[in-house]
């Protein structure tokens, strides 16, 4: 009676059965998590809360507080039930005044036996007996009525003797239970030690993907910050050349104001004397005296012979201002221009996306390649992988392609080479072969890359339709840059040296999503992650002069 009582008193009130992780409110009542959970969730748009027990309101969504106490006796209670079902589950047959567990059933019988009645229990060979079971009807065949003793290994059943020597099983291979169910049982422990070993591998690439989750943030704070850093150094500056176009602007306009005010005041002396000499011309033209008019110089006389000279000096032109004077237009236009340069860098920057974003496509990677769990890093085996052979796997070469496609834009990513002197990095068409000669990347009009093969010497080319372009560099560098100019057609290829240094340019007119691909022939091809200081200084000048590549 004290068991069920204590059962009513550890229901939750709205899915009626014991409490599965107890929760409390305020007004203390306790209800299962999730159960509380789903109530205040339908309550969300009421704009108010309450609790199913009381019905008392709540203005904010009540918080809620773990009960451990309550938790701990819900689990002993439950432990004990079991425990009690498990004695009182399957009891003795011939134990009928009270219930006592049994220890062993019988198949002949079809009757379960305590200690007691087993000791006094026939020992003969007919009766087989077992742990307890209520199902001893199961334990017989449905033909003959008799134990199930064999295992027809042709047909995959259980069988009793009858069925082996006059049943539709006469002839076929038997064996003994116990011996089938021992090789049935290892079978099943090879498959829990493969099915171990896959959840630990899903386990460590949890983890691995939880770690990379982690670092998300502290990625990303740091992404903001050079933007930050960036934006921040070009509106300092646009700002610093602002000013310098408006000084320049202002000083040249004093100094053509002084220059042309002393020009204008040495005009203004001219035109007094011409002024002074014309009214002594015209008085000389009213004389009425000729010997006064005669006696008076020549008329070109009265012009100042230093004044003619000057005239001729500057070739007649005081009036105007020297080239000198005039605004330094050019100047201004070419500060002007620098500010262009600059505003084109950051359209040219907002394009580019982060190397983080590529990542390799398992379903296309050819079995001989082992992709790494962060799908960053290809590398060349000689074990054969145990993947599907599917319509999207590379079958005839070493390669695999990333999940993303570009449509549009201007990107890049990056690559470093490790212990390997034959491989091929660039992008190609989804609708690229999987198999055959023309399926290796640069051998089909559908994809181009950069080669590096060692025969003699190192030698690089750049290769599309089985077209190389063989380079003439000297290349010391394993890390390489992949540029993606979309709307432009431009695949580019960069050796990451310092400084950067550009290898060629393929250049057509695309039709189909572009997707970053590998060919590797022994060791391995890493899609690089992050930028070391001398990379930030190298994209912030990239970026000062337009440079795709970031």
């Known amino acids: 009676m004290a068991s069920i009582d204590l059962r009513d008193e550890l229901l939750c009130s709205i899915c009626l059965s014991t409490y599965t992780d107890p929760v409390m409110l305020r007004c203390g009542h306790n209800f299962c998590q999730v159960c509380i959970g789903r109530v205040l969730d ?29 938790r701990s006796i819900a689990e002993r209670f439950l432990i004990s039930q079991q425990e009690q079902e498990e004695i009182t589950g399957i009891c003795c047959t011939y134990c009928v005044d009270s219930p006592v567990p049994a220890v062993r059933s019988c198949l002949h019988c079809e009757a379960s036996l305590c200690d007691k009645h087993l000791r006094v229990h026939s020992k003969g060979p007919e009766h087989v007996l077992t742990d307890p079971s209520t199902s001893l009807e199961t334990r017989k065949c449905s033909v003959h009525k008799k134990i199930l003793e064999y295992y027809c290994t042709e047909d995959a059943a259980c069988i009793c003797v009858s069925c082996s020597l006059i049943g539709e099983h006469r002839g076929h291979r038997v064996e003994m239970l116990e011996e089938a169910s021992e090789k049935k049982k290892k079978k099943l422990r090879n498959v829990l030690q493969k099915l171990i070993t896959k959840r630990e591998e899903t386990e460590e690439r949890v983890r691995s993907l939880e770690e990379r989750r982690r670092k998300a943030p502290e990625k990303s704070s740091g992404e903001a910050e050079r933007v930050t850093a960036l934006c921040t150094d070009i509106r300092r500056r646009v700002d610093d050349l602002e000013k ?11 100094e053509e104001s002084l220059s042309l005010s002393a020009l204008i005041q040495k005009l203004e002396i001219k035109k007094d004397e011409l002024s002074r000499k014309m009214r002594h011309i015209e008085e000389l033209c009213n004389m009425t005296d000729p010997l006064t008019v005669l006696q008076e110089p020549d008329t070109g006389d009265l012009c100042d012979p230093e004044e003619e000279g000057g005239d001729e000096d500057t070739g007649g032109h005081d009036e105007q201002p020297h080239d000198g004077d005039d605004l330094d237009v050019s100047a201004i236009s070419h500060t002007l221009h620098t500010l ?38 290809a590398t060349f085996t000689e074990e054969k992988q145990k993947r599907p052979e599917t319509a999207e796997r590379f079958q005839s070469y070493s390669q695999v392609m990333s999940r993303r496609g570009f449509t549009s834009g201007r ?17 190609c068409y989804p609708s690229t072969d999987r198999r055959g000669d023309q399926s290796r990347i640069g051998d089909n009009n559908k994809s181009s890359c950069l080669w590096r093969f060692d025969y003699d010497d190192d030698e690089y080319s750049v290769v599309h339709d089985s077209d190389m372009m063989w380079l003439p560099h000297q290349i010391s560098s394993d890390r390489f840059r992949i540029c993606l100019d979309y709307e432009a057609g431009q695949l580019s290829f960069y050796e990451l040296c310092d400084p950067i240094r550009h290898l060629d340019t393929f250049t057509a007119a695309f039709s189909e999503p572009l997707h970053a691909v590998l060919w590797v022939c022994g060791g391995s091809i890493k899609i690089s992650e992050g930028e070391d200081v001398r990379s930030r200084k190298r994209r912030r000048i990239c970026l000062e002069n337009g440079d795709i590549i970031g």
């Open 340 to 377: 262009c340069d600059v505003i084109s860098g950051i359209r040219s920057g907002i394009y580019v996306v982060s190397p983080a974003d590529i990542l390799l496509d398992v379903t296309t990677a050819a079995n001989n390649l082992l992709i790494s769990d962060d799908l960053k890093t």
């Open 244 to 254: 310098k176009v408006l000084s320049d602007i202002s000083r040249q306009e004093k």
């Open 411 to 427: 990107h890049y990513w990056d690559v470093e080479i490790s212990r390997s002197r034959d491989w091929r990095v660039g992008m």
């Open 42 to 70: 339908t309550q969300v748009g009421s704009g108010v809360y309450s609790c199913p027990e009381c019905r008392k309101r709540f203005q904010v969504r009540p918080a809620l507080r773990r009960n451990i106490n309550l």
